[in-house]
């Protein structure tokens, strides 16, 4: 641990208590054992006076082991303390030596723990911050730009680039609603630890449902979709189940090009009920799988196909909060395919 300059929790003085306590156990202790040995063990008045004479030692020797013992506490007290300070002052960095806390290594470990987790939260604090800024901006920039534009330009602009201008404001307006109501979406799930508001009902029907709202998208760019879905039903929620299926979909269609496909599938056994979402889009390589389910994770900022970065984040949440899990199978140009868990 680095090196700060000690401030002691106590001094030895605030704990002269201990030492009487000492004392009167030490008499009494001696008291009990004369009276004892006086009427049944037979010893005599002088013996009794010279273990009265030794007293004095044995307080002597217990108060020199308290003072050891109160001296080795107050030594990682006092580290126990400077962490603290150092934390409550905004440093996350500090770490407590647990190879000399002996006893005290769990307090140790736990507080190095702790100080890790703030540290950690301090980080993806900051990160979403830097993130939530930079993906505001870009739409904020651009429809700022478009509209003092066409404010200067005025009516030198023909009609047809002034259409053009228009759209992409009003796709920009949209994309920031979306971020928005995805942000705070993902914002309610993450605060969220049960899921609330369950309800019985068949899972197999919302999914067709959202697959037809998507409809428009996949028709636009002439994609296959294939269903294959048994009849399911399902307690829980059924507002926050359906923006994992319109998530996970609009993924799809999005990575998917023209004339491809996407199939949906979806079992149920005993014990669980599974659901595979595949689309014969570009796929990804081993990295960018490893970390698509992460805020704002984007592989290809650059691309065309652009995205917030939040929608696997919420469908992640929302599947781990159902006590479920998701994966990614995924290769170059072979496509993807996603898998959910659902428990019974």
Not at 131 to 158: C, K, M, R, V, W
Not at 214 to 225: D, H, N, S, T
Not at 265 to 292: P, W, Y
Request: charged share 25%.
């Amino acid at each position: 641990m680095k090196q700060y300059k000690k401030e002691s929790t106590f001094k030895l003085i605030q704990f002269k208590w201990v030492f009487v306590a000492d004392s009167i156990v030490v008499v009494g202790a001696v008291m009990a054992y004369g009276l004892i040995a006086t009427c049944w063990l037979g010893m005599n008045s002088e013996n009794a006076l010279s273990m009265l004479a030794i007293i004095p030692l044995m307080i002597l020797a217990v108060s020199l082991g308290t003072v050891f013992t109160l001296r080795s506490v107050r030594r990682k007290m006092d580290d126990l303390l400077i962490g603290i300070k150092e934390v409550s002052n905004g440093n996350l960095d500090v770490q407590l030596d647990c190879k000399k806390a002996d006893e005290y290594a769990p307090i140790y470990d736990g507080f190095n723990r702790m100080a890790a987790e703030l540290k950690n939260t301090k980080t993806e604090m900051q990160n979403f911050i830097n993130d939530f800024s930079h993906e505001f901006n870009t739409p904020i920039t651009s429809i700022s730009g478009f509209a003092q534009y066409l404010i200067d330009t005025g009516d030198d602009i023909e009609n047809t680039e002034r259409n053009q201008y228009l759209q992409i404001i009003a796709d920009e307006s949209l994309r920031l609603s979306t971020l928005s109501q995805s942000t705070l979406l993902l914002s309610k799930v993450e605060a969220c630890e049960i899921i609330t508001e369950k309800e019985a009902y068949n899972l197999s029907e919302q999914i067709k449902r959202c697959a037809i709202l998507l409809l428009p998208k996949i028709e636009q760019k002439k994609i296959e979709l294939e269903l294959d879905v048994d009849d399911i039903c399902y307690v829980g929620n059924a507002e926050l189940m359906e923006q994992v299926w319109i998530n996970v979909l609009t993924n799809a269609i999005k990575f998917t090009p023209e004339h491809g496909e996407i199939k949906i599938a979806a079992k149920c056994t005993s014990n669980e009920i599974t659901l595979k979402f595949f689309d014969s889009g570009v796929g990804m390589d081993e990295e960018t799988a490893a970390h698509i389910f992460e805020k704002y994770y984007q592989h290809d900022t650059t691309s065309a196909v652009r995205g917030s970065g939040i929608g696997l984040s919420i469908v992640s949440r929302i599947i781990t909060l159902c006590g479920g899990g998701i994966c990614v199978e995924s290769k170059p140009q072979e496509g993807s395919t996603f898998l959910i868990t659902l428990p019974i």
